[in-house]
Structures are given as structure tokens and as C-alpha cells.
């Protein structure tokens, strides 16, 4: 599912919805190839003294700078040593490495090019540093630190030249920088359509896969239910032979653990289908627009996510929900029903090996609807918080995991010109913050009107809701 790009919003709106895309980018570009940062501090740190002699001495250049140079490795040095990242800092060492890398590379080899007079030298080395930049970013953000870069890097060389010129030289090199950049985005845009027919061809087959899989799962639920149906009569039927003196009839307890087993086995149908839907949503790559999307009381969704989930035996009465306000968010509900799932199926699985507790809170905020579920369970480790919503990474791994659940939620809300983030201390719990655009509604649309009215009285104030008796 593609982000809905806001229409008609405010300038900051449009802006934070850039940055959002532009983060998503990157972070997705380093979940799959998390050594690339390391690597890239560890080769500045020797190349960036190295080539100080090699131009300061061996080939000398009209211009070298040994405390820039110097700048340089001690900005890299906590790139090569993320390992080492304490605990408390590991979530932004990403955020680090991109403001790092873009003054290491776009804006140093631009400045050096200026203050050098744009020699040959110079030319090579910031066509090798653009091509260092596509391997360390992904393709927008490549385009947007290349040009940043050179901006800084301009500005740089007026401050230490004491001119405003802008050389010659280098305004003739410039359409070849551009021809360069331009190459690479088309280039990969191909490359992007072949992915795209590749994500079509594995959407088709999912969705043959699906249909295949949904069919016997169907069939399981119904045969389950219909031989609980039956385990009614057969009680009844069993207790008569009781009565008569058959020793061989089955006992109340085998009898309920047999019900029990049947209620498991149409849960696990549920689940897989579930799992199905998620896949599926995940491949769509699906935008919603604003027509197909509805008004919604989240009190409502919150009580049809509860009530339709799927708990095991005392996992209802480890959830608390309280509603500061009963606020009208504009989306699909069935979605969202399902990423309330997600963060629920999460939270339990945190908490499961400990006495932990869930909680569900709405309110309002001077910036938005918040909706927070926060657990006490073990909690993510910090090198995991900036990939845990990348498509395929999981922090549970352990526990059957999948790394498809909080790309969905994420997808979702970004779907609902939302966003969704984490955080997370290891032992003592997860807290997961859904934030959504407030809209102006005077009138609920019907079916989240009806919802609203099922939840008994929680616009008003806040209310808490406690787990029901098993």
C-alpha cells in the first residue's frame, strides 16, 4: 500500500510527509544490508588520512585541508563502531549516519573540487564519491543528498574563499554531474519496472496460493463447527449411558477437552487466514483514496478489534482499554481492526513469559489522535526499533515471527495519512503510537455511528474498561 500523499494540507503537512517517505527509504535500503555503514566508516577512516599525504605530498594539490580531513575520521568513527553504540543510542544511528555521510562525502568532495579550481584530479573523485553515494543511499535519497550536498559544498567554499563567484569551471562540469544523476535515476527506474513486473508476477501467485489455501481452511472451520455441534448431543447421549451403567462412554472432562481442542483448531483457521490477508496486503502495494475511505468512532473499532480477536484461555484479562475521548479518525475500519490485531498479537507474545500487562489508551493531542498499546513485557532490543516496520524483519524471530505484521500496520496507517512508531526498552516493555490527521465531521458516517453507539458511553470522558470474568 503506497502512502496517500495529502491533498490540499497545510505546507508543513506536505513537508512531513516527504521526510516520512524519504526515512521509510532509507531505512528499508539498510535492512538488508545493515554492513554497508560500518564498512564505509572503516574505509574513510583510512582513506581520508592516506589521500592527505597523497595530495598534500606525494602529488601535490593547490589545496588541502588536514583538519577537515581530520573532522572526517572522527565522524566516521562511530560509523565503523556501531557494535559499540550503547544501548540507550543504537535508534539513531541510522539518523547519524545519513548527516554524517552526506558532510564526508557530497559536501567535502565539493568544496575540495572549488577550492582546488575543479582540476582533474578533483572531477574524478566527486564522480567516484557520487557513485559512493548510490551504494550508501537509495535512489531518492541519493538524488536529494547529492544536490544538498553540493549546496553545503558551495556555500563552504564562499565562507573559506571570501567570494560569492561561483567558478567557471565549475558551472561547466555541472550538466555533466547532471547527465551522471540523471543516468542513474532512469537507469534504475528500469530497474524499478522490473521489480514492479516481479512484484506483479509473486502478487499473482500469492493470490493463486491464497485462494488454495482459504478453501481447505474453510472447510476445516466448518467441519469444526459442525462437530461441536454435534458434541452437544453426544454429551447428552453420553450422560444417558452413564446412567445405564456403560463404562466405556467418554467422561465430562474428555468431553471438554475435546470441545476445547475443536475451538483451537477453528482459532488456528482464523489465524492462518489472517496471515493470508496480510501477505496479500503487503504485496498489493495498494493506495487508498480519500473517496473509499470512511468516518469512524475509534471507541467503535477499538471494541470490534476486542471482541473479534482471538484469545487464548486468561489472555483477555491482561488488557485494559480507556478512552480519554471518543475521537473520529477517517479511514477504512476493517484495516484498522487489523492492525489493532497486529499490536495485540504482539503485545501478548511479549508479555507471554512474564506477568506483564496490555494497555489501550485514546486521546486527543493539540497535533492529533493518538492511539497507544503499550505492554511490560521484554521489549525490543535498540538495534531492532529502526527496522521493525521494514517488510520481513522481525525482532521474534524466535517466537515464529514473520516481519509482516508491523510493515502491514505501518502501510495502513501511512494509508491513512497517519504514522505509526515504536518504543522500546529490553525488560521493561513496548509502547507502539498511532498518530492520525484530525478531521473536521459533524455527522459520523453510518457504520461508524452504529459502532459508536455499541460502545456504551465513552465520548464523554475517559472511561476505563476492565477485562471481563473468564
Known amino acids: 500500500m503506497k502512502t496517500q500523499r495529502p491533498k490540499g494540507q497545510p505546507l508543513l503537512a506536505r513537508l512531513r510527509y516527504l521526510v516520512r517517505r524519504l526515512r521509510g527509504a532509507y531505512v528499508e535500503h539498510h535492512a538488508v ?48 563502531l556501531r557494535p559499540h553504540w550503547p544501548r540507550l543510542l543504537i535508534s539513531y544511528y541510522l539518523t ?33 564519491i557520487i557513485l559512493f553515494t548510490f551504494l550508501l543511499y537509495d535512489l531518492a535519497n541519493g538524488v536529494f543528498v547529492s544536490l544538498l550536498g553540493a549546496l553545503i559544498g558551495l556555500i563552504g567554499y564562499w565562507l573559506l574563499s571570501g567570494t560569492v563567484d561561483v567558478p567557471t569551471e565549475y ?18 527506474h528500469s530497474e524499478r519496472l522490473v521489480a514492479r513486473d516481479k512484484l506483479v508476477a509473486a502478487r499473482a501467485l500469492a493470490s493463486s496460493i491464497a485462494h ?66 496480510m501477505l496479500l496486503t503487503n504485496l ?28 487464548r484461555p486468561g489472555e483477555r484479562e ?12 477517517r479511514g477504512i475500519e476493517v484495516l484498522m481492526v487489523h492492525v489493532i490485531f497486529n499490536l495485540v498479537k504482539n503485545a501478548l507474545r511479549a508479555v507471554a513469559m512474564a506477568e506483564g500487562q496490555i494497555s489501550i489508551e485514546a486521546r486527543t493531542t493539540p497535533v ?5 498499546i503499550s505492554d511490560t513485557g521484554r521489549g525490543f532490543e535498540p538495534s531492532m526499533i529502526p527496522y521493525i516496520f521494514v517488510p520481513f524483519v522481525t525482532g521474534h524471530a524466535e517466537t515464529g515471527g514473520t516481519g509482516i505484521g508491523l510493515s502491514f500496520c505501518r502501510r495502513i496507517i501511512e494509508g491513512f495519512d497517519g504514522s505509526i512508531s515504536c518504543s522500546s526498552e529490553p525488560g521493561r516493555g513496548t509502547t507502539f503510537e498511532i498518530r492520525l ?12 455511528a452504529a459502532s459508536s453507539l455499541s460502545s456504551s458511553g465513552h465520548a464523554a470522558s475517559a472511561t476505563d474498561w476492565p477485562a471481563p470474568r473468564a
Request: proline share 4%.
Open 33 to 80: 544490508a545493515a554492513y554497508k555503514l560500518p564498512a564505509a566508516g572503516m574505509l574513510a577512516i583510512i582513506t581520508f588520512p592516506l589521500y592527505y599525504v597523497i595530495w598534500a605530498y606525494v602529488f601535490p594539490q593547490p589545496y588541502e585541508n588536514l583538519e577537515l580531513r581530520l573532522a572526517g575520521c572522527v565522524l566516521c568513527l562511530p560509523i565503523a
Open 96 to 128: 547519524y549516519c545519513y548527516w554524517a555521510l552526506l558532510f564526508i562525502g557530497p559536501v567535502f568532495f565539493t568544496l575540495m573540487l572549488l577550492m582546488n579550481g575543479v582540476n582533474s584530479v578533483w572531477l574524478m573523485s566527486v564522480t567516484v
Open 171 to 188: 558551472l561547466v562540469v555541472l550538466p555533466v554531474y547532471g547527465f551522471i544523476l540523471c543516468g542513474v535515476v532512469f537507469l534504475s
Open 212 to 277: 488454495e489455501m482459504r478453501t481447505p481452511l474453510l472447510g476445516i472451520r466448518l467441519d469444526a463447527n459442525r462437530t461441536s455441534d454435534h458434541l452437544k448431543r453426544l454429551g447428552a447421549v453420553n450422560q444417558w449411558a452413564r446412567e445405564r451403567g456403560c463404562h466405556d462412554s467418554m467422561s465430562d472432562r474428555e468431553l471438554a477437552a475435546l470441545t476445547g481442542a475443536l475451538e483451537r483448531v477453528d482459532k488456528h483457521a482464523v489465524a492462518a487466514n489472517l496471515v493470508i490477508d
Open 284 to 311: 498489493r502495494q495498494e493506495s487508498y483514496s480519500q473517496e473509499r475511505m470512511k468516518l469512524y468512532a475509534i471507541a467503535g473499532t477499538i471494541d470490534e478489534a476486542i471482541n473479534r480477536f482471538q484469545f
Open 318 to 329: 491482561l488488557i485494559t482499554v480507556r478512552v480519554d475521548e471518543n475521537f473520529t479518525y
Open 368 to 372: 492529533g489522535h493518538l492511539l497507544s
Open 437 to 448: 490527521p484530525i478531521v473536521e465531521a459533524k455527522t459520523l458516517d453510518a457504520a461508524g
